[in-house]
Every structure is written in structure tokens, then in C-alpha cells.
């Protein structure tokens, strides 16, 4: 019988012939780059970054294999923001039980979401709106409370709401529980911050293949469809989604849902659903500009970030103002305030530079490892407008040496890189990147790392602590 193996390399080959354009072949399946253990822009990464899982608690119980994270912004009465811990989804049992790339072994062991609680700027202690009880530098698991007995959780994408004035936040989490995939919600305070109280579990016929959220309101969200063709097909699951994969087939989609209130008494959690946008090869990481008025959607099968026109009154999304070609496997992104002055947001998107290599990590090969990148987006300002060569002169392998040109609107500058091998205290399979407006820390969550989340402050010397 042919085996598994030989099924694949035949559809990555007929893959390459067919659909590949011959720098994605390059970039994301054939070739490795000589990384670095690791590469911090502005910043020296062996004295400014460093893991955060606590090595008192044993790997399956404590923060590794992350794949999502997001900032809980704490706004005081005021509105302004003075805090900005972090929620991590992670799950230590991803080896066993991973639907979307495999296997699909045991679901047994859960998964959870932590917290994390970065320091206050000196003078600034006093304001917390975090209970003080939750020690800073720190990362928390989070329990859950009224979570329904028997229930798996094995999360993916994760996004809360900002809490106003200390009130409660709605936090949801792509589940890919053991039947279907389906979303939890919760609520949490930052009174108490270590707990999530459940509120329900949303199903629905339109959530195929839950991969990523983008919050528009307390309770509303696009979520991302990664694959029509899914793992849990039976017999074909094998290899339906790796030819989806691999031919960049479009067949991802986004949806946007309106929930009903909890206390609704009409049928079912979902007050309204509408197609977002269909036909996307491995819709992945989905976000929302700050103003509402753009959409950037993750297409990871062809290495492009989509850049759609959105209607901030109706959430339908217009036309493609842009498409931006990383060299690597994009995961999760981010918008993220410019940090050169300039008006418009950056994005932060962070992916798997080799993809073969990943799997081999996700099927536990002896020895394997899979690299990290993570880039920023960084729109262009002014009449300076045009595509241009030799850009992201700082990092170890440039990005300009993947992709001859950067944009007319925007250029690519590498934020972080590693070749993944943890032994030797690299950081691997980066998911999803965040950076701190106010503090410049930045968050990169791996998905096969065990030291699960790492963070970075340029020129804090954290590492040495
Ligand atoms: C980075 O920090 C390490 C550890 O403190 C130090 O040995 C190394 O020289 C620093 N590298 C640079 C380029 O400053
Ligand atoms: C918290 O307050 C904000 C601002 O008033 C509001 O938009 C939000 O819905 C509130 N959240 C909850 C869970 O009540």
C-alpha cells in the first residue's frame, strides 16, 4: 500500500508543478535560511527576551504550544488604557491532538489560557487596575468556572473585549473540541483575572474549520475558516486538507456572527450570520484596523496577507486595497501603533518560514525543529511612493532577499527571528506576534515551543534577571 508518506511528496510535487508560483516553492517549502538562535529588532535577544513558562510546573501543565495571544486593554473611567496584560491560548497536548495539521490522537489532556502581567512603569504601581493580587512578570492559568463537565478544550484563536472602568470583558475561544469545532465565551474581571466564568458554548453549521477571531463589538466577531476539506473526515482527512494545503485550493472563508444576549430566550446564541468573504486558500489570522475600516485577513497557503475595505456600519467588506507577500507561512497578526511617529497602524504577522519542517515538529520526528519569523507591516507616509529594493537591511536573513521588492504602500521590516532550536535557546513556530504600544515588550506565542510564550523588551536586559 502507498503510504502517507509517498501520497504526500507525490501532492507536494504535483503542487509545485501545478499551482506554485516558483519564489513561494522557495521561500516556504524548500529551502532553509541560515537563522539565527535569535534576532530581536532594536534589541539583543539574549539579554532582552526570554520564555516565560514557569519550569517549576511539569510541560503538560503549564504554558507551551501556544498558538494565540491578544492584549486585555484595562481603560480606566476616563477611557484611557493603563494596563495591557496579555491572554495566551495554549495547549501542552497539541502533539496528540492538533485538527487542523494532525494528528488527531487524544484529546484527552486539555489546554488552557493564561495570563500574563508585565510590570508597571515605575510611579505607576499605585494605578493598577488589576487585582494586586496577581504577581507581575508572571504567567497565570486561568481556571474556568461553570465550564461544562466533559467538555474539551483545546484552544486556538483567543480575543477579549477592553474592560471599561473594571467592569467584565467578553473573552471568546475557538475550541476544536473532540466533535466539531465550535466557540466558547466567557466573561472575566479584572478584579479577579485568573478566572473565567463560562457563559456558553456557541456551535454552528458555519463553523467548519474555526481558526482565528476579530472582535467587532461585546457580541460580535469575524472568525476564519481555515479549511473546507477537513482532518476529521473520515479515511479522507489523511489527505484532503494537505492537497487543499498544498494547491492553495480557496476554500477558506470568514464569516461574521452577531450573538444573541445570553439571556435571550430565542433559539440558539446566533442572532445573525453573513459570509465575510469566501473562496480564501487557508484563511487563518483575521484583524480589524482600529478605525474599523479595514480588515486584514490571512491567506497562509499562499503566503499573502489580504487587505479588504470594510463598512464600519454594516461589517460587509468592500473591495482589495492591497495584498502583501511575506516570505514565510503567515499564522496569526496584529494592527499595532506605529512606532516611528507614523500616523497609520502597523501590522505584525508571524509564521513558519518552512512549512515541511513545521510538520515534522507537529508529527514529533525525532530532533525536528521549525523556525520562527515574524515581520511588520510598515505602511509607507508621504509622496515617497514607490516599490522599492534592498529594504530590511538590519536583519539576519532580509526579507528583501525573498521578495525582490517591497510595496508601493508599504515596506516589510523583519521584528523577530530564530532558527527554533530550543535546546540551544532558540524559540520556534511562531504563531502570533504582539508589541506594546507604551512599553515596547513584545509577545511572540509558538505553537510547538515548549517555553510556550516569549517576550522580548528591547534594551531591558530582562533575560538576565
Ligand atoms: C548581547 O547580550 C549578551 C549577554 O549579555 C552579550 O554577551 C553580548 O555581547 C550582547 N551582544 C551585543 C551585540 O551587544
Ligand atoms: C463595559 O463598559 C463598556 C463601556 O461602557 C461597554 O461598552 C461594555 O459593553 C461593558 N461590558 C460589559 C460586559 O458590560
Known amino acids: 500500500m502507498i503510504s502517507l508518506r509517498a501520497l504526500t511528496n507525490i501532492v507536494l510535487v504535483l503542487g509545485i508543478i501545478w499551482y506554485r508560483s516558483g519564489s ?10 541560515p537563522f539565527p538562535q535569535g534576532y530581536i529588532a532594536n534589541g539583543n535577544y539574549t539579554s532582552d527576551c526570554t520564555t ?10 503549564s504554558l507551551s504550544s501556544c498558538e494565540d495571544e491578544t492584549f486585555w486593554e484595562l481603560h480606566d473611567a476616563a477611557g484611557k488604557v493603563v494596563q495591557r496584560p496579555v491572554i495566551v491560548s495554549c495547549d501542552p497536548g497539541r502533539r496528540a491532538w492538533n485538527t487542523v495539521m494532525g494528528p488527531l490522537r487524544n484529546p484527552e489532556p486539555h489546554g488552557g489560557l493564561w495570563l500574563y502581567v508585565p510590570e508597571r512603569a515605575p510611579g505607576k504601581e499605585s494605578k493598577s487596575l488589576l487585582s494586586s493580587t496577581v504577581a507581575a ?10 465550564y461544562p463537565a466533559n467538555h474539551d478544550f483545546h484552544p486556538l484563536g483567543v480575543e477579549v473585549w477592553p474592560s471599561h472602568a473594571g467592569n467584565s470583558s467578553n473573552l471568546y475561544v475557538v475550541n476544536h473540541a473532540r466533535e466539531r469545532t465550535v466557540i466558547e465565551q466567557f466573561t472575566i474581571n479584572p478584579a479577579k483575572p485568573t478566572e473565567a466564568v463560562h457563559v456558553r458554548t456557541i456551535s454552528s453549521g458555519y463553523f467548519i474549520s474555526p481558526n482565528g477571531l476579530a472582535l467587532t463589538s461585546p457580541d460580535s466577531f469575524y472568525v476564519s475558516n481555515d ?9 479522507v482527512g489523511h489527505i484532503l486538507p494537505l492537497i487543499e494545503s498544498v494547491l492553495g485550493l480557496p476554500l477558506g472563508f470568514v464569516s461574521h456572527v452577531t450573538l444573541n444576549k ?40 499562499v503566503s499573502q496577507i489580504l487587505f479588504f475595505e470594510r463598512d464600519t456600519a454594516t461589517g460587509k467588506l468592500g473591495q482589495k486595497n492591497d495584498v502583501v507577500h511575506v516570505p514565510f507561512a503567515p499564522d496569526n497578526l496584529h494592527y499595532t ?5 507614523g500616523k497609520r497602524h502597523e501590522l505584525i504577522v508571524a509564521g513558519h518560514p518552512n512549512f515541511p519542517d513545521l510538520t515534522a515538529v507537529a508529527a514529533s520526528k525525532p530532533g525536528a525543529t521549525a523556525a520562527s519569523w515574524v515581520a511588520t507591516i510598515v505602511p509607507k507616509e508621504g509622496d515617497k511612493r514607490i516599490a522599492e ?16 521588492k517591497d510595496g508601493t504602500g508599504w515596506t516589510l521590516k523583519t521584528l523577530f527571528q ?44 530582562i533575560a538576565k534577571r
Open 337 to 341: 501603533a506605529s512606532t516611528s511617529g
Open 52 to 61: 516565560i513558562r514557569d519550569s517549576a510546573h511539569k510541560t503538560e501543565d
Open 389 to 404: 529594493t534592498g529594504f530590511d537591511t538590519e536583519a539576519p536573513v532580509s526579507i528583501s532577499t525573498k521578495i525582490a
Open 262 to 301: 445570553p439571556t435571550s430566550t430565542e433559539n440558539g446564541a446566533i442572532a445573525e450570520h453573513f459570509f465575510a468573504k469566501l473562496f480564501i486558500p487557508f484563511a487563518n489570522g483575521v484583524a480589524l484596523s482600529p478605525s474599523g475600516d479595514e480588515l486584514a485577513i490571512v491567506s497562509t497557503s
Open 137 to 146: 512578570n508572571k504567567a497565570h492559568r486561568i481556571t474556568f468556572k461553570n
Open 418 to 461: 530564530s532558527d527554533g532550536v530550543e535546546d540551544k535557546g532558540g524559540f520556534g513556530s511562531s504563531t502570533t506576534g504582539l508589541r506594546d504600544p507604551d512599553s515596547g515588550a513584545v509577545y511572540i506565542s509558538g505553537l510547538y515551543a515548549a517555553g510556550g510564550l516569549l517576550v522580548c523588551k528591547p534594551g531591558s536586559g
Open 24 to 33: 513561494l516553492i522557495k521561500n516556504a517549502i524548500l529551502f532553509r535560511s
Open 227 to 235: 479549511h473546507l476539506l477537513t482532518r476529521r473526515l473520515p479515511i
